[in-house]
């Protein structure tokens, strides 16, 4: 589970994050020429897509507080 941000202004449509996620979680809204965050619920937060953008235009703000072992738990 992840809250993933596009900034619209910055993305320039090159479908790059969408061609990223293989799990699907991006959509492409071809009409619009921009992805679409179709399911958030089953990101990885692999932050594949977001390294993968050139124009930085997409962030993964991963939620730590969802995973079954938070970090202060793993030391
Ligand atoms: S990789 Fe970046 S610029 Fe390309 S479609 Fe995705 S958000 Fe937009
Ligand atoms: S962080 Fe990974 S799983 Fe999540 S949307 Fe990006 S590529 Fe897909």
Redesign the pocket.
Known sequence: MANII???E?????????K?CFIDV?KWDAEA???IVAYPDECVACNF?EI???????KVVPEYSRYLFPRENLV
């Open positions: 596009v900034n619209r910055l993305c320039t449509g090159c479908k790059t994050c969408f990223a991006i020429k921009r992805p897509c993968s953008c050139k124009d930085r235009a997409i």
